[in-house]
């Protein structure tokens, strides 16, 4: 009865999860186009610096929602300082990608390398089983990324080796919420990430003043939409992982990847060559042999 009890729970939470990150990954897409837009005006450091306030506001609405005003006194204040710091250089590669002059949807697919990261890490960090579909994913997975930035060949762009290495930076945030979800709501987690967004671009933005000044007219309307719905999507990405295993909400991130090509045409008239659709694609669908391979394991687990 016990169990029969438990996998519906189970499952509910799976389902919400997924939910959570598809919502989180929308809003974050909407937020890449947005901060592309003002990086003409505002170096990368003033943007992360300027958004940080209102999604700051955002998440402290969360904590006061959630009654969590108590847990702000951290239990693993090392961890979360370190998964802060590592969300900043994350966000600063990709912005240097992002407005370097890489494609919108490539500089964006790059960095859904992380779920081949997470499935690769995560034995180490939480200590879970990698099935051989994992391992399968990834492959793929990197396959894709040589086909879409072609190392070797006149077409490849070393500025797409930023947004490579915000994946992986970002697969060790993905980690950390995972093992701070065990002991932190993710109100509280957002807060410390959004602080450290704050406290750790300040001195670089307050460095460069003399390039960048305040904001003025629609681009005030600009920084408080992409803060806001900053701090809200990350509050839920944290949630979804504390809901669910990495390995299954991770792949669903990739919804990131078709609002990127659409977003790219739209707003740039960007039309992704045929190599590096093809690259988007096995990166696409090794996230898929993730989901699936899991799903397989999980039932194999229960007969």
């Known amino acids: 009865m016990q169990d029969g009890e438990s996998r519906p729970v189970a499952a509910s939470g799976a389902l919400l999860g997924i939910v959570l990150i598809v919502l989180a990954m929308s809003l974050l897409t909407v ?14 450091m003033a943007i992360i610096f300027l958004r940080s306030f209102p999604a700051l506001i955002a998440v402290l609405v969360i904590v006061h929602i959630e009654g969590a005003w108590r847990r702000l006194a951290t239990r693993r204040p090392l ?16 912005l240097q990608a992002l407005t370097g002059g890489l494609h919108f949807a490539l500089a964006v697919g790059l960095v859904f390398t992380s779920p081949f990261f997470v499935a690769a890490l995560s034995p180490l960090v939480l200590g879970e089983k990698v099935p051989l579909s994992r391992w399968i994913a990834a492959l793929i997975g990197f396959a894709g990324v040589l086909v879409a930035v072609r190392p070797g060949f006149g077409a490849f762009e070393w500025i797409a080796l930023y947004s490579l290495a915000a994946g992986f930076v970002y697969a060790c945030t993905a980690l950390l919420a995972r093992r ?27 460095a460069q003043v003399d390039v960048w000044s305040l904001p003025q007219g629609i681009d005030i309307v600009w920084f408080a ?20 295993p990495a390995a299954v909400v991770a792949p669903f991130e990739y919804i990131a990847i078709a609002w990127a090509a659409a977003f790219g045409f739209v707003f740039w ?8 659709m093809a690259g988007i694609a096995l990166i696409f669908a090794g996230g898929l042999v993730i989901l699936y391979g899991d799903r397989g394991s999980r039932r194999g687990a229960r007969t």
Not at 269 to 276: A, G, I, K, R, S
């Open 225 to 244: 939409v992409i803060g806001l719905i900053s701090g809200t999507a990350h509050y839920f990405i944290v949630s979804a992982y504390r809901r669910a």
């Open 180 to 206: 701070l979800g065990s002991t932190e709501p993710a109100a509280v987690t957002g807060f410390y990430t959004w602080l450290m967004f704050l406290a750790g671009s300040a001195p670089f933005a307050l």
């Open 269 to 276: 008239q960007e039309v992704p060559d045929l190599p590096t």
């Open 79 to 94: 961890a979360q300082l370190l998964r802060g710091g590592l969300m900043i250089l994350s966000y600063w590669l990709f």
């Open 31 to 44: 937020n890449d186009a947005v901060t592309r837009h003002l990086s003409d005006g505002f170096p990368t």
